[in-house]
């Protein structure tokens, strides 16, 4: 196992700690896929933000018609607050983002934003229980547009997913982070 560099405390040097490491981006990047190869390789949990909320409230798609998308927002912040207090990976629904508190708390994280084309995800969204793609790839591109600079605002690595393997891409997380950068690629 990799040798992890030193968190903000152990280094004293003002950089921000290794962990939590955030994924962030739009539907499909591949946050879930990337964010557990990654734990596994650095030997830490790896949590999902929106498994939290299934696990405990249901399915996204139910919570969305039976609640409106504000209640999954509160119960999503909840989720984020919950993942960021671990030392782990931790991977954000795309819009966990809109929140000022969420935001406010990862610039304090390592934060790595996986990002995805339009025609890429074409592929990935098709026949999926996404609530806010009821006009599939259209409703993408205009949630995606929106949220874009959030997204990139936020990020200290960026990393296109639209044609790589996903084990490729873990390791280019992996890198940045045993280098110790904080710097948007």
Known sequence: MPELPPTQAQAGNGDLPDFPLVLIGPMAAGKTKVGKRVARVLGVPFVDTDALIVSGHGSVANLFSRYGEEHFRALE??????????RSVVSLGGGAVLDAGTRADLARCRVV???????????RINGGKRPLLANGLADWIRIYELRRPLYEE??????????????????????WIQRGQ???D
């Open 113 to 123: 934003y996986l990002s995805v084309t339009e025609q890429a995800v074409a592929g």
């Open 154 to 175: 936020l990020a200290g690595l960026h990393i296109d997913t639209s044609n790589r393997q996903m084990d490729s891409i873990a390791d280019d997380v992996v890198a």
């Open 77 to 86: 912040r909840i989720a984020v607050g919950q993942a960021l207090a671990t």
């Open 182 to 184: 904080n710097t948007y």
